[in-house]
């Protein structure tokens, strides 16, 4: 099960491109997409996904998350099997739950991984 809440009322901030290209090591894909590692913690990862809006090839392959998964869409939109996150969402995946995420526009995502990530 998904849960997922639009924060868009009452959270409001300005990303800082500037500050995020600076001081964020980013590792292209070569696709569009973008990851940037922000820490790590045992098995736990907290990272950004910066994609693209011209993006032609699916910009997240499908995949699971043993551990579970939140993320808060910073910009953009991310949409998947079980719905769809406009900018200000946030989004908990339960442990063991997969998905094939999809994104519209230039999209920033702030992503939790407590387990990390598996291919499906």
Known sequence: MTFTHSMAD?????????????????????????????????????????????????????????????YIVLE???WDEDGTYPTGSIVWMNPASSHTPRTRGKTLILVLWPEGVKTA
């Open 10 to 70: 009452w959270l409001g901030f300005t990303l800082d491109s500037q500050w995020l290209e600076s001081n964020v090591r980013w590792r292209d894909f070569g696709t569009g997409v973008r990851l940037g590692k922000l820490h790590r913690e045992g098995a736990c990862s907290l990272v950004l996904y910066s994609v693209n809006s011209e993006v032609e090839v699916d910009a997240f392959v499908p995949h699971s998350h043993p551990g579970g998964e939140a």
């Open 76 to 78: 953009g939109e991310v």
